[in-house]
Each structure stands twice: as C-alpha cells, then as structure tokens.
T-cell receptor
Framework: AQKITQTQPGMFVQEKEAVTLDCTYD???????LFWYKQPSSGEMIFLIY??????QNATEGRYSLNFQKARKSANLVISASQLGDSAMYFC??????????????FGTGTLLAVQP | NAGVTQTPKFQVLKTGQSMTLQCAQD?????MSWYRQDPGMGLRLIHY???????DQGEVPNGYNVSRSTTEDFPLRLLSAAPSQTSVYFC??????????????FGSGTRLTVV
C-alpha cells in the first residue's frame, strides 16, 4: 500500500537561509507522482511543486526545488532564501497511476515550518 | 472560474444530527475527493469519485456517504454526527486523464464541530 512519511513535525529556519523538508514514500507502482502543498495559517491548500517518477531532472519552481532520490524513495522539498511568508504547514503527497487511471492522492502528516527574522 | 467551492465554511452540529457538506467545481474535472484534516494526522481520504456515477471509499469512510450524480457536484453526507467527526473537511478535484502531473485543486475547507 502506498504511504508517505514526514518525520519532522516542526522546523525552524532563519530568514534568508535554505531549509530542507524531508519526505519518504513507499509504493509498488512504478508510475507515480509526488507533490508538495503549503498550508498557511489561513487554511487553504496551495500546490507548490510536482515530480513524476519517470522525470529525469529534479523539479524546480522558483525558490522551491524537489530533491528526488528514486532509489531511496525520498522526495525532499528544498526552500531557498526563506521568507517570513514561508511559515506554514507543508505536506508531501503521492498519487499512483495504476492501470493508467488517476488514483488517490495520499498525504503525509506534514511539517510545520517557522521562519524566524 | 470559481475553482472548487465548498459550503458551508463553518458548522456546529449536535451529536446524532445529519448534514451535507457541499462541493462544486467548474473545471470539468473527472476526479473529486473528500479529505478530513486532524492535528498530527495530515489529510486522510474519506471518499473519492473518478466520474459521475462512480464513487469509492478512501482510508476513513465510516460514518460518511457520497454520491456523484453530475460531474460538477460531490456532496458529503454525515448520517449521524459524532464528536469524532469534528474536523476540517476539504474537497479536491483533478483531471483524470491528462496525466498525473496536474495538481489537485482544493476548496477552502469546512470547519465542522460536533458537540
């Protein structure tokens, strides 16, 4: 069964520094997608970045990059040059692609990031 | 485009009452799903649907019913509310057949308290 593990319940980072949020996953499906979402204190879920299991390059979106290590089944989110507005809960999620049809999006338990001035 | 619209935003129920959480999307997404979010547990999938007339259970389906009569709407019904169903509920939708790189679009959430 698919599973997402985020082992860091909370993290602190100084403004302007980089931070890595860990995510490991488990799946028997060779085709899958990995997602990161941000949830600020206002509660909405904001899509940040996506990595496909067959993508050769690590995904990047502005200050966000995904450190994808397929053999280790890890998909860590790297935020460069942290800003105060990055303080939020971050969720890693995975979707399997069994049989060519979209399947369920499963989430980890999240990491609460606090950016300090 | 409105995206995914959830109503109500807040609700207080008494134990044993029933209610329906509404979810509507205007993006012609085939896939819709309901999650509940509880502290320390992330988002857990309740039910999902891959198209009109097709629904299936997620991780935590007990106490909840769904139906999908149209592509746009995916209501979640609580049959007899219990305090354990106090949570924040999110509806999300996505394309099914355009590749799994398309992200999910989430509604703004419904904060439900059962007393």
């Amino acid at each position: 069964a698919q599973k997402i593990t985020q082992t860091q319940p909370g993290m602190f980072v100084q403004e302007k520094e980089a931070v890595t949020l860990d995510c490991t996953y488990d799946t028997s499906d060779p085709s899958y997608g990995l997602f990161w979402y941000k949830q600020p204190s206002s509660g909405e879920m904001i899509f940040l970045i996506y990595q496909g299991s067959y993508d050769q390059q690590n995904a990047t979106e502005g200050r966000y990059s995904l450190n994808f290590q397929k053999a280790r089944k890890s998909a860590n989110l790297v935020i460069s040059a942290s800003q105060l507005g990055d303080s939020a809960m971050y969720f890693c999620a995975m979707r399997e692609m069994r049989g060519g049809a979209t399947n369920k999006l499963i989430f980890g338990t999240g990491t609460l990031l606090a950016v300090q001035p | 485009n409105a995206g995914v619209t959830q109503t109500p935003k807040f609700q207080v129920l008494k134990t044993g009452q029933s209610m329906t959480l509404q979810c509507a999307q205007d993006m012609n997404h085939e896939y819709m799903s309901w999650y509940r979010q509880d502290p320390g547990m992330g988002l857990r999938l309740i039910h999902y649907s891959v198209g009109a007339g097709i629904t299936d259970q997620g991780e935590v389906p007990n106490g909840y019913n769904v139906s999908r009569s149209t592509t746009e709407d995916f209501p979640l019904r609580l049959l007899s509310a219990a305090p354990s169903q106090t949570s924040v509920y999110f509806c999300a939708s996505s394309y099914s057949n355009k590749g799994y790189g398309y992200g999910y679009t989430f509604g703004s959430g419904t904060r439900l308290t059962v007393v």
